[in-house]
């Protein structure tokens, strides 16, 4: 039997700013070089990796290099060969860190299936919602992600995802969220390629809360929208988290604010989303976006090193850094160790 969508009257969203702000806005100094523990609370690993690349990745939390991290499936995880192996990977390297990875679920499962149809069948979303419900209270998930409703072609060839809002399967993700008062990790954004879908995703976001009052949401890359309007969203939804994703690529990630850089890659946070951070270090989180074992273009058997990405946790120290010292703290460990029960 077959289920056909949610209905629902759409609630009124905040009132925004429209996309976008201007890149050439000021920026907040460099000041000194964040030191203090930190969690990467958005990161992936794509199939394909090595005992030894693994090895490596569990010695990045032992080390030093940073204190925690949380991985997870892609939205799109669910079309790759061998995405399940490296799901289990995931999982396996949480159970060897001693507690300092984590890792989302549901995505593989999930994402995909939901965005191929509107109306799911019983079996399938009862098979899903159980083993998924099984997962979370084990204890094996800190919490649901990454859940894409719009993930639009930001470079050519890209994989577009689409959950239409109105998913019965999308909201039983939002009711087990609740239910097992777990975070979600939501992608969505606002803008593709200059068209806006701000209106709707603004009400969709209301209409969350309102439906699933209880509910912890994570809107990944600091909702892909200007700080005037995550500061409005903070101020409606006591509930609703931000990662923090560094992108030098504006023409790519349209609306992706808050940080700039130089030509030599040295980044900077723009002035205004650093005062956000500092008055609301309680919101945000830093989650790279890194993608374990991806495949580098133009370089033909290359994996996406773990080298590099000890250089990347570098640019978030030296972002941190321009931050009054107990926010960037605040962000860098309290709110994510909080958020994901890393304590």
Request: hydrophobic letters at 40%.
């Given at each position: 039997m077959?289920?056909g969508?949610?209905?629902?009257?759409l609630a009124?969203?905040i009132?925004?700013?429209?996309?976008?702000?201007?890149l050439?806005?000021?920026?907040?100094?460099h000041?000194?070089?964040y030191?203090g523990?930190?969690?990467?609370?958005h990161?992936?690993?794509?199939?394909g990796?090595?005992?030894?690349?693994?090895?490596?990745?569990?010695a990045?939390v032992?080390?030093g290099?940073?204190d925690?991290l949380?991985l997870?499936?892609t939205?799109?995880?669910g079309r790759?060969?061998?995405?399940g192996?490296?799901?289990k990977?995931?999982?396996?390297l949480a159970?060897?860190?001693?507690g300092a990875?984590s890792t989302l679920?549901?995505s593989?499962?999930?994402?995909?299936w939901?965005?191929?149809?509107?109306?799911?069948?019983?079996?399938g979303?009862?098979?899903?919602?159980?083993e998924l419900?099984?997962?979370?209270?084990?204890?094996?998930?800190s919490?649901?992600?990454e859940?894409?409703?719009?993930h639009?072609?930001?470079?050519?060839?890209?994989a577009?995802?689409?959950v239409?809002?109105?998913?019965?399967?999308?909201?039983a993700l939002?009711?087990?969220a609740?239910?097992?008062?777990?975070p979600?990790?939501l992608?969505?954004?606002?803008?593709?390629?200059?068209n806006?879908h701000?209106?709707a995703?603004?009400?969709?976001?209301?209409?969350?809360?309102n439906r699933?009052?209880?509910?912890?949401?994570?809107l990944?890359?600091?909702?892909?929208t200007?700080a005037?309007?995550?500061?409005?969203l903070i101020?409606?939804?006591p509930?609703?988290y931000?990662?923090?994703?560094a992108?030098?690529?504006h023409k790519?990630?349209y609306n992706?604010?808050p940080?700039?850089?130089?030509?030599k890659?040295?980044?900077?946070?723009?002035?205004?989303w650093a005062q956000?951070?500092?008055?609301?270090?309680?919101?945000?989180?830093?989650?790279?976006?890194?993608?374990?074992?991806?495949?580098?273009k133009?370089?033909?058997g290359?994996?996406?090193?773990?080298?590099k990405?000890?250089?990347?946790?570098?640019?978030y120290?030296?972002l941190?850094?321009s931050?009054?010292?107990q926010?960037?703290?605040?962000?860098?460990?309290?709110t994510?160790?909080?958020?994901f029960?890393?304590?």
């Open positions: 077959l289920f969508p949610v209905t629902f009257a009124e969203p009132e925004f700013v429209p996309c976008c702000a201007p050439d806005r000021p920026v907040r100094d000041a000194a070089f030191e523990p930190l969690i990467d609370g990161t992936h690993l794509d199939p990796s090595s005992k030894a690349y693994r090895d490596d990745m569990l990045v032992s080390q290099i940073l925690g949380v997870m499936p939205p799109n995880h790759m060969d061998a995405g192996g490296s799901v990977q995931m999982a396996n159970a060897q860190s001693g990875i679920c549901g593989n499962d999930w994402n995909t939901m965005g191929r149809q509107l109306s799911v069948s019983d079996s979303l009862e098979k899903r919602r159980g419900e099984a997962r979370i209270a084990s204890g094996a998930c919490g649901i992600g859940i894409a409703t719009r639009f072609e930001k470079w050519s060839g890209q577009v995802l689409t239409d809002f109105r998913s019965r399967a999308l909201h939002f009711a087990l609740q239910d097992h008062k777990v979600i990790d992608h969505v954004e606002p803008m593709d390629r200059g806006s701000e209106q995703v603004f009400a969709e976001l209301d209409e969350i809360f699933y009052p209880d509910i912890t949401v994570i990944a890359h600091t909702a892909m200007s005037a309007n995550v500061e409005r101020a409606r939804y509930r609703l931000f990662s923090i994703k992108v030098g690529r790519h990630w992706l604010e940080v700039n850089f130089s030509k890659k040295k980044a900077w946070f723009y002035e205004d956000l951070l500092e008055r609301y270090p309680g919101r945000f989180f830093i989650g790279s976006d890194y993608k374990f074992a991806r495949k580098l133009n370089s033909p290359g994996n996406k090193s773990v080298k990405y000890t250089k990347y946790i570098k640019r120290r030296g941190l850094g931050l009054d010292p926010a960037a703290r605040q962000i860098a460990w309290d994510p160790r909080k958020l029960g890393m304590e």
